[in-house]
DNA sequence: TTTCGTGCAAACATTTTGCATACTC
DNA sequence: GAGTATGCAAAATGTTTGCACGAAA
């Protein structure tokens, strides 16, 4: 838990406090609609820049896309993925590994929606590792390359 | 399993060879730098068109990012999503409920781990489902709305 | 008084669209 | 020959960056 520390700004300041108003999961542009009837000449870059900080700082979650660009594949059936949080390489996962998995979410199903109050359809899971590739490589450099993101690898508090 | 049908042309049919010869999960771009080798004339757009068309017809697998927006909450902590596939609303999911699912996971690891060569770290799980107030509209108007994207709701074949 | 944050505009990356032409069935 | 698909250029979208000015420690 050793967050980076931030300068505590006029403009941080009313960001956090509508983030905490709004209650749910907002976009960047919902939340800046918000900001800017507190401030209104404040820009979309600040508050950018700013929930990127707030979260380093660990007052705020993220949520970024796990992927930002589309990818295919030649086998149309669908099954389970591992993407590489160095690299960005995608592999398949064997589907029959994951039975109990399956199993698992399934049985949680009805639980999920009685607590939502969803009609739960599926969902999307996607593992998170170091490839052989990169494992390799930081073995040999003693840590750290370029390590793209991978915060938040899934792992609860 | 009612698919599309598709006017097979030479862009498409080029596309397909290359996608299938690439093994993996390009990327659009990654896909338009091979198949310019044997079409140096072909649009990025003729790309992308096809592979969304290709897609439709069940010739080939798609993954979207199941976010295209950054999205930021006042909860720091990690926690379990619930996303509807309809209008996109987030909410939460207490993650008492998913103590077994957890625990599923967790044990898959190791076998994660060997049959990818991975070292797995975590994993991003988000459940796909009507939220309460699409369901109700859904049920008035008797099917079908905007539904925006939901296909591939997590479901194996 | 230095370091850091701001607003603005411009750049960026990915994807989509409008349109005239060309190709499939 | 009707209905699609193509290439191109331009737009749309979401996000990041460079920079000169301004505010916080």
Redo the contacts with the bound molecule.
Sequence with gaps: MDHKR???????KV?LEELRKFGGHP???ELYVRVREK?P??????????L??LSECGLIGKL??ER????FDANPKIHFHIRCTNCGRLDDIPSSIMNEVEEAIQKAQTLVNKMTGYDMKGYHLEFLGLCPKCKESMKKRGRSTDERKGENGGQKD
């Design positions: 931030c300068r505590m700004t006029n403009q941080r960001i976009t960047v542009d401030l000449d404040i820009s979309i870059s600040t508050v950018y820049r700013n990127e900080v970024e896309p930002t660009q589309k990818q």
